[in-house]
């Protein structure tokens, strides 16, 4: 069974901290990892990560995936309170079956001011 | 573009009941996708599509059904509503052609409750 295993699951930090959120997987035929972030309502889409070794940015956001470990990070450098959310981390298979996501439980990430 | 768009936003249902939740896309995507979001939990897959008349059932499929007559619509359907529905429904959809980031967009979400 395809597995997305999401740790810490809920995590408070202040202001201005870094953070590092990890996902790892156990999936056959993977084909990318995807990086969301959920606030109140629908998640919006943060990063897809395909090929090992090679960072993805967006400002003070990253993320890096590892193929042969089987897992990413996402970091978040120079926390703000805007950045309080869910973050789902999803995994996408190719190949036979369902062809959508499986996603991880997320992380409750809290910036407190 | 109005993207993914979802109704009704709540529902309150009694158990035995049956509903559609509506999806409505205007992005021309080919691919899309129900999912469940349980409290506390990440999304499941209950159905997909890959184009109009052809539906595949996901990782929760039990209790649901779903049609795609056109391109732009995908509604899902619950026959008889039992508590364990209780959830938050998203629909989404994704281009698949070509080469990636094959990105899914997602609708706003329906909060769905059975008592």
């Known amino acids: 069974e395809d597995k997305v295993v999401q740790s810490p699951l809920s995590l408070v930090v202040h202001e201005g901290d870094t953070v590092t959120l990890n996902c790892s997987y156990e999936?056959?035929?993977?084909?990318?990892l995807l990086w969301y972030k959920q606030e109140k309502k629908a998640p919006t889409f943060l990063f897809m990560l395909?090929?090992?070794?090679i960072e993805k940015k967006s400002g003070r956001l990253s993320s890096i995936l590892d193929k042969k470990e089987l897992f990413s990070i996402l970091n978040i450098t120079a926390t703000q309170t805007g950045d309080s959310a869910v973050y789902l981390c999803?995994?996408?298979?190719?190949?036979?079956?369902?062809?959508?996501?499986?996603f991880g439980k997320g992380t409750h990430l809290i910036i407190q001011p | 573009n109005a993207g993914v768009t979802q109704t009704p936003k709540f529902r309150i249902l009694k158990i035995g009941q049956s509903m559609t939740l509506q999806c409505a896309q205007d992005?021309?995507?080919?691919?899309m996708y129900w999912y469940r979001q349980d409290p506390g939990m990440g999304l499941k897959l209950i159905y997909y599509?890959?184009?109009?008349?052809?539906?595949d059932k996901g990782e929760v499929p039990n209790g649901y059904n779903v049609s795609r007559s056109t391109t732009e619509d995908f509604p899902l359907r619950l026959e008889l509503a039992a508590p364990s529905q209780t959830s938050v429904y998203f629909c989404?959809?994704?281009?698949?052609?070509?080469?990636?980031?094959?990105?899914?967009?997602f609708g706003p979400g329906t909060r769905l409750t059975v008592t």
């Open positions: 999936v056959t035929n993977f084909r990318s």
């Open positions: 999803a995994v996408k298979i190719s190949g036979g079956g369902a062809d959508g996501l499986t």
């Open positions: 599509s890959v184009g109009a008349g052809i539906t």
């Open positions: 992005m021309n995507h080919n691919y």
């Open positions: 395909t090929s090992s070794g």
């Open positions: 989404a959809s994704s281009y698949r052609g070509g080469r990636p980031p094959y990105e899914q967009y």
